[in-house]
């Protein structure tokens, strides 16, 4: 069975506290019990290895078991978050989900319902050929429409199976995406303590931080902007954290320094990932820097126009609903342009967000990193907006801690830029937002009309 090594190490911590829920506290004997559970149910209704099952949850006890039982059943599995958003709902279509599993977040109850599709895709024939599990994960392509990315799940479990060093985590990041799943097998694989969070504001997760006394805390560039200019860090002991790692998106070097200088005793890692690859192993050259040594048993990374690219033993077969990203000799395209010093990697940005104006290149986190210096900035996003002459111009959206006049502060703002940036830098249209420029998943939001 693909999970069985989870079940041995299981066994062997089976006194341990393995997950805290809703204030319940569960060993890992008592996930055993839950796991065998799961199995029971998938065969009373019926749930055939090789079919592709929807799982909607979140990191509950049930939902947790219910994934490792479907790995072990050979199942291709779509996770969801419950409750799902509408825009989600074509995704079924795209995997062609067969039969749709969903966890109730307050009481941990299930259900099982045919979803209606067939479950016939060349790769999904692949993997009953193999008799293996699958994992599909969505991703949106530069038109934002949804692509599904098909893995081996075995070769995503692979790196679980060597026994490292965990802590007590907050699972922060989403059960849809492999950030969270990521850090969720890791921590379970070397019996650590998974911390389920729901509320992931600022003001809860600092609390629940405090209530739990967090050691790992895995968060996004735009969470910990918010955390530290919001200040709700004061309001709590914090004293438990050892380790923050951030990825998803490019950290502003002006966050990163906030952080390390309000948080000297804690580390500072930087991950990096795609839901294509994996998670690669990574080590910061220091906890303030981010440059970053990227690689690890299974990936080679190579440097093409500037543009990383990386050869995964865990790369997905392939997408759903579009076409290869692959080279000719393997190397997925990653879309992110690099700096490289040595062995250590800077990731500038996605090269699709890069802004040409007027032939000049604009990383919209250069902007972004001097922009959030100023005085009652709270959040501000650069993008870029088609222009007659200039091809492009750079354009602002900022969330203000307080009230400020538009035209007082654009003028503020450009003043502020001026010798910081070079003038095609600095943002010609500057509009102040009333909300988050962030996604549900604390992630910039780049696409505007």
Known sequence: MDAQFLINVFKKSSDNLAIVWNGNEIKYGDLLESIQIAKVFLTKNKVL????????G?????????????????????????????????????????????????????????????GDHEYYANLRN????????FSSGTSGFPKGAVHNFQKLLQKFKTQRKSL??????????????????????????????????????????QENKVELLPVSPSFLNLMILS???????????????YGTEPMPETT???AKGLFPDVRFQQTYGLIELGVLRSKSKSDDSLWVKLGGEGYDLRVVDNMLEIKAESAILGYLNASSPFTED????????????????????????????GGDKVYPQEVENIILIMDNVMEVTIYGQKHAIMGNIVCAKILLKEIEEKKVFSRRLKEFCKGKLQSFKIPVKIEIEEGALHSYRFKKTRKFN
């Open 49 to 56: 290895s090789g079919q592709v099952i929807a799982l909607k």
């Open 58 to 118: 979140d990191f509950t006890p049930m939902t947790i078991s219910l994934l490792i039982a479907l790995i072990n059943n050979k199942n291709v599995i779509v996770p969801f978050n419950n409750p799902m958003k509408d825009s989600e709902k074509v995704k079924f279509e795209i995997a062609k989900v067969e039969k749709t599993i969903s966890v109730n977040l307050d009481t941990d109850e299930y259900t099982i319902e045919n979803a209606g599709f067939n």
């Open 130 to 137: 193999l008799e293996v599990s699958g994992l599909v994960l």
């Open 168 to 209: 007590r985590t907050i699972n922060f990041l989403l059960f849809d995406h492999w950030g969270g799943l990521n850090t969720l097998l890791h921590t379970l694989s070397n019996c650590g303590v998974v911390l389920a969070l729901y509320n992931r504001k600022p003001d809860f997760v600092c609390k629940f931080v």
């Open 231 to 245: 200040e709700t860090y004061k309001k709590y002991d914090l004293s438990s954290l050892k380790l923050i790692t």
């Open 256 to 258: 990163l320094k906030r």
């Open 330 to 357: 393997g190397y997925f395209i990653t879309g992110d342009q690099v700096e490289v010093d040595g062995e250590y990697y800077k990731i500038l940005g996605r090269k699709s967000e890069l802004i040409n104006v």
